[in-house]
Nanobody
Framework: VQLQASGGGLVQAGGSLRLSCAAS????????MGWSRQAPGREREFVAA???????YYADSVKARFTISGDFAKNTVYLQMNSLKPEDTAVYYC???????????????????WGQGTQVTVSS
């Protein structure tokens, strides 16, 4: 199973970016997909996740600015990021469990597959 993230880039504060992540592999059957991010010198942190039922989960720091959506028929998840701030600068990783989460949706240890990451840089 491979997760391929794309859509990162450089944007000014207040701007928007849309990230995409597509999963490939015949055995991929995850019902949850999500995003985490890691800034230099910091721990990887949860950003958002969505389930095939339409449920969504957000970190408090991005709530009301970011929107996650998924197309599980295509094994793809999107992250629309609006009103970006310099503190959103990080490498963004998409992730998924093998099928169902083994723990909390907010914990990176609950996810089995990780993408290679895409850089998001927000200038002030």
């Amino acid at each position: 199973v491979q997760l391929q993230a794309s859509g990162g880039g450089l944007v000014q504060a207040g701007g928007s970016l849309r990230l995409s992540c597509a999963a490939s592999g015949s055995i991929f059957s995850s019902r949850i997909m999500g995003w985490s991010r890691q800034a230099p010198g910091r721990e990887r942190e949860f950003v958002a996740a969505t389930g095939s039922s339409g449920s969504t989960y957000y970190a408090d720091s991005v709530k009301a600015r970011f929107t996650i959506s998924g197309d599980f028929a295509k094994n793809t998840v999107y992250l629309q990021m609006n009103s970006l701030k310099p503190e959103d600068t990080a490498v963004y990783y998409c992730a998924a469990p093998r099928r169902f989460l083994s723990g909390s949706v907010y914990l990176k240890s609950s996810y089995d597959y990780w993408g290679q990451g895409t850089q998001v840089t927000v200038s002030s």
